[in-house]
Structure formats: structure tokens, C-alpha cells
């Protein structure tokens, strides 16, 4: 008796079996990256929507007519800023044509602000404004 061999064209369970679990763990690892990925993209939205947030902010401090230990808080886009100006240079008289004490008086702040989400902290950052403010008439001799 012969005994008959067959050649079969197809792959067989464990062939099968080899393929799936190789696809599992090369489609695990692509998922990874991807999540990672997603993950570093919130975190990067985040820091542009605080960083955008914080140059408003800024903006709205400077429109508040600042003195020595002046302080407050505001809401901006979701996000609560705290503030408070410093004097780092005393306030004096601006200079016209030919040095004479001209309208203005000038000062520099150090205003300190922090921006908060939900209570937490994301940063505090130290801005320095000048601001001026008419301290005499103009007049004419």
C-alpha cells in the first residue's frame, strides 16, 4: 500500500493563528503611537488656549490704571486671572522740548499675574507696565 500525500494549497490554523497574533501586536503597538499622539496634541491646545488667554489678560491689566499694591481678579475665557502691580520705578515727571516738565507723570509696574483653571494653577508670570497720567494743564504764556 501507498500511502497517499496530499498537498493542500491553503494555510493551516496554527499558519493562521501565527498571522492573527503577529497583526494583534503590530495594530497594539500602531494604537499606541496614535494615543500618544492625541495625548500630546490636547496638552499642546491647552498651552496656546492658556498662552492666548494670558496675552488678553495682559492686555486688560494694562487699561487698568495701576498704583502701588493695586490687585484684582477677572474671568476671561474660562480661565480666572489674579493680578498685582509693584512699583519698580518711582513716578516721575515726564520732560518736553528743551527739559522742562512736561504734562505727564511716568511710571513703571511690576504686575504679577497668575491664570488658574477650575482652582488649579497653570502659572504665574511677572509683566512690567508703564503707564503715564496727566499731572498738569498745558499752558500758555
Known sequence: MKAEVHNSAGFT???AMV???ILSLSLTGLFGLINTDLISLRRAE??????NTL???IRQVQLVRL???ASGRFELNGYE???QARLVEPIRSGRGMMGRV???DHGLYAVDMSLFSDARPLGTWTVRVAQY???????FE
Request: net charge negative; charged share 25%.
Open 81 to 83: 486671572c489674579a493680578w
Open 13 to 15: 490554523l496554527v499558519e
Open 55 to 57: 496675552r488678553e489678560a
Open 102 to 104: 512736561g504734562l505727564y
Open 19 to 21: 498571522a492573527l497574533v
Open 46 to 51: 491647552a498651552v496656546v488656549a492658556s498662552q
Open 133 to 139: 497720567k496727566q499731572a498738569r494743564e498745558l499752558v
Open 67 to 69: 498704583s502701588d499694591g
